[in-house]
C-alpha cells in the first residue's frame, strides 16, 4: 500500500469555544424558553418569529411555493423509504417461548419511543430529503409523537418551503422554526410551546452534535455525527468519470467533507484527477469541491484486491462504493460501513435521496459499532418473564445462592419468602 495523495491535517470539529457557546446556549432555553429561541432566530436567521410552531396554513402556503414536480419526487422517494422501512420493521418480531425450565417463560417486545424530535438542519441548502430519511422510519416504528425542528431560511422568512412539504408528506406532527444548538436543547428539556421528547435523531453542524452530546442521557439521541465520507474502492475496469464525480459528489458537501479513493490500478489515477477538474469546471459548487477534495481527498494505491479491502474495512466509511469486475462477489470481503453502493450505477446520491436505504449514518469509524438511522432507532426492546410457582421452585436455588455471593440479602430473601 502507498499513498499518492494524503489530506491535510484533519480539521478539528469540537472545540472549547463550541462547548462552551452550546453549554450557554441551553441554559438559555431552559431558563428563558420560547422568547430566547425567538431571539436567536432573529439573531442567526434574520427571522422575526411569531409563533415557533409551524402552522397548517404555512404548510399549505409552502406547497404553492415549490414546483409540483418537487413534490411528487419526495412522494416517490418517501414511497420507496417506506417500503425499506417497513421490510425492516417486518424482519424484527416481538419474542415469547418457553424456557428449558419448567414455569419459566421469557420473551421480549418491541415498543417505540412516546416522542420522537428530529433535527433538520438549513445550512446553505434545504435538507427535505433528511426530513424523510428521519420522520418515515419514526412514523412507521410506531412512534406517537414526532417533531421535527428546522431553522428558518433567510429568503423566505420561514423553514424552507421544499423541506417544510417532506415534513407534511412524512407525516409529522408538530414542526417547529427553531434552528442550531438550542433546537436540541428544546426538544431535550421543552419549552412554553415545545414538549420534551424521549429521543433525538438528525445531523447538524459542529454546535448542533455538541448539543446532542451535552444532553445525551436527558434524551436518547441517534449518534454522534462528524464530517460526510465516502469510500470507493476500485480495480481496472472502473471508469474514471464515475469516479471522478463521485469524489466530487461527497466534496462539495462543505470544507469538512471526507473523501477517499482506494484502487488496486494507478495508472487510471491521472484520468480520473484530469476528469475531476473537468466536471468542477461545470458545477455551481465544483469550485469550492475541489478545494475541499484538496484539503481532505485521499487517494492510496492498494498492493492487491485483498489488501484493498482490508484498507476499506478499516476505515469504515460512512458510504462505500465497490466498483471492481464483479461488484457483488467482491463486496463480500466488506463488512464495516454505514451503507454500502454496489456496482458502478450505485452512486452515493441515490441513497441519499431515493433508492430507500437511510443516509443519517455512522461516521468517524463509527461504523465499526453502530449503524445508520432506522426504523429499530426508535423501538426499545424491553424484556418479560412470566415466573409460575413451579417455575420460581426450579429457579430459587441459583438465585438466592448467587444473591447470598454478591451479600443482597433481601434479594435472597424475595425468593425465600416465596417458597
Given amino acids: ?23 450557554d446556549i441551553i441554559l438559555g432555553v431552559r431558563q428563558q424558553g420560547d422568547q430566547y429561541l425567538k431571539d436567536l432566530a432573529k439573531k442567526f436567521d434574520n427571522a422575526d418569529l411569531t409563533n415557533i410552531r409551524v402552522t397548517k396554513e404555512e404548510i399549505a402556503k409552502a406547497y404553492s411555493l415549490i ?23 417486518n424482519c424484527i ?14 420473551g421480549h417486545r418491541l415498543i417505540p419511543v412516546d ?41 423566505y422568512g420561514m423553514i424552507h418551503p421544499a423541506t417544510l412539504v417532506a415534513l407534511d408528506i412524512a407525516g409529522v406532527d408538530e414542526i417547529y422554526t427553531v434552528g442550531g444548538a438550542q433546537a436540541v436543547a428544546a426538544m431535550a428539556y421543552g419549552t412554553e410551546s415545545i414538549g420534551k421528547v424521549d429521543l433525538i435523531a438528525g445531523p447538524g453542524n459542529r ?21 460526510s465520507e465516502v469510500l470507493i474502492v476500485s480495480d481496472e475496469t472502473a471508469n474514471p468519470t464515475y469516479i471522478a464525480i463521485d469524489l466530487l459528489a461527497q466534496s462539495e458537501h462543505d470544507a469538512f ?24 469546471k461545470e458545477l455551481s459548487t465544483g469550485e469550492a469541491a475541489m478545494k475541499s477534495f484538496e484539503d481532505n481527498g485521499t487517494i492510496i494505491i492498494a498492493d492487491n484486491m485483498d489488501e484493498m479491502a482490508d484498507i476499506a474495512n478499516d476505515e469504515a466509511p460512512e458510504h462505500l462504493e465497490v466498483h471492481t469486475k464483479d461488484p457483488k462477489a467482491y463486496s463480500e470481503k466488506l463488512y464495516q460501513y454505514g451503507s454500502l453502493f454496489i456496482g458502478e450505477n450505485a452512486t452515493v446520491a441515490l441513497g441519499d435521496y431515493c433508492s430507500g436505504t437511510n443516509h443519517t449514518l455512522p461516521t468517524m469509524k463509527n461504523a465499526k459499532f453502530s449503524n445508520g438511522v432506522w426504523v429499530g432507532t426508535f423501538l426499545k426492546t424491553s424484556f418479560t418473564q412470566y415466573i409460575t410457582k413451579e417455575g420460581l421452585i426450579n429457579l430459587s436455588d441459583t438465585c438466592m445462592t448467587m444473591a447470598h455471593t454478591e451479600g443482597l440479602a433481601a434479594h435472597e430473601m424475595s425468593v425465600r419468602i416465596r417458597l
Fill in 257 to 280: 467533507a471526507k473523501s477517499t479513493w482506494v484502487t488496486t490500478d494507478d495508472t487510471k489515477i491521472q484520468a480520473v484527477l484530469d476528469e475531476m477538474d473537468r466536471l468542477s
Fill in 67 to 89: 414546483d409540483d414536480k418537487v413534490v411528487e419526487s419526495f412522494k416517490k422517494a418517501a414511497a420507496q423509504l417506506s417500503f425499506y422501512a417497513k421490510e425492516q420493521l
Fill in 1 to 23: 500500500m502507498k499513498f499518492y495523495k494524503e489530506a491535510k491535517e484533519a480539521k478539528e470539529v469540537r472545540d472549547a469555544e463550541a462547548t462552551k457557546a452550546v453549554a
Fill in 207 to 227: 454546535y448542533v452534535t455538541e448539543a446532542k452530546r451535552q444532553v445525551m442521557g436527558t434524551v436518547g439521541i441517534d449518534s454522534l455525527a462528524g464530517p
Fill in 115 to 155: 416522542a420522537a424530535g428530529l433535527y433538520v438542519p438549513g445550512g446553505r441548502f434545504p435538507l427535505p430529503s433528511t426530513a424523510l430519511m428521519l420522520a418515515l422510519p419514526a412514523k412507521i416504528a410506531g412512534v406517537k409523537r414526532v417533531i421535527a425542528c428546522s431553522p428558518a431560511n433567510k429568503e
Fill in 93 to 106: 418480531k416481538p419474542l415469547n417461548v418457553q424456557s428449558p425450565i419448567d414455569g419459566v417463560e421469557l
